[in-house]
């Protein structure tokens, strides 16, 4: 069984449009995050949910809109794609156990999915 | 700032040679140390990590790291190195929190040569 999957792994869009990337975790952890690796491999935070409510929200653009509808899965919503969007966006699971339960500081990672805009 | 810095952009390195690759950070009281290893167009994968005890950690893949308070550094390090090591290693602090925020280094790329 896949720990942390998304779909799609590949994603080539035209500017303007406005796209989804989805995140569901089997781990049973209570916290996801979204990761932006840019073409020079540097990954770098983006958003964070525990337990359906946000808290991490780094500097991004408001294009960019988390959703998370229960805590196994968190999904990305981007409007009018830039070229600068074009990365590879990797979704994480963890426990912080904000909530009274167990806590593990280890991050797994998603395959990833790589979008283009073109 | 918190920070985490990987000195090397990348490492060439002859099969079964050994290698180091080097990872500081910035200091603070409580830190949990990651390595995570990127094989071409796949994810990362956890290699090891520090959370507390002993300093010397050992993951999968033979390698091992030392976590290192005076000098605030976590050094990647594996005795004998094969084509299939091949990859990028990130290394990546949280200081732990609420947040459990993860800090990544710019990556270190792991050739090795025949």
């Known amino acids: 069984d896949t720990a942390v999957s998304q779909t799609p792994k590949y994603l080539v869009t035209q500017m303007g449009n406005d796209k989804s990337i989805k995140c569901e975790q089997n781990?049973?952890?209570?916290?996801m995050y979204w990761y932006k690796q840019d073409s020079k491999k540097f990954l770098k935070i983006m958003f964070s949910?525990?337990?359906?409510?946000?808290?991490i929200n780094e500097t991004v653009p408001n294009r960019f809109s988390p959703k998370s509808p229960d805590k196994a899965h968190l999904n990305l919503h981007i409007n009018s794609l830039e070229l600068g969007d074009s990365a590879v966006y990797f979704c994480?699971?963890?426990?912080?156990?904000?909530?009274?339960?167990?806590?593990?500081?280890?991050?797994?990672f998603g395959p990833g999915t790589r979008l283009t805009v073109l | 700032a918190q920070s985490v810095t990987q000195l090397d952009s990348q490492v060439p390195v002859f099969e079964e040679a050994p290698v180091e690759l080097r990872c500081n950070y910035s200091?603070?009281?409580?830190?949990?140390l990651f390595w995570y290893v990127q094989y071409p167009n796949q994810g990362l994968q956890l290699l090891l990590k520090?959370?507390?005890?002993?300093?010397l950690v050992k993951g999968i893949n033979g390698f091992e790291a030392e976590f290192n308070k005076s000098q605030t550094s976590f050094h990647l390090r594996k005795p004998s190195v094969h084509i299939s090591d091949t990859a990028e290693y990130f290394c990546?602090?949280?200081?732990?929190?609420?947040?459990?925020?993860?800090?990544f280094g710019t990556g270190t790329l792991l050739a090795v040569q025949p």
């Open positions: 949910y525990n337990n359906k409510e946000l808290i």
């Open positions: 994480a699971s963890s426990s912080v156990g904000l909530a009274g339960g167990p806590r593990t500081d280890t991050q797994y």
């Open positions: 520090y959370l507390s005890g002993s300093t």
């Open positions: 781990l049973g952890h209570d916290t």
């Open positions: 200091s603070s009281v409580s830190v949990y």
């Open positions: 990546a602090v949280s200081y732990g929190g609420a947040t459990n925020k993860l800090i």
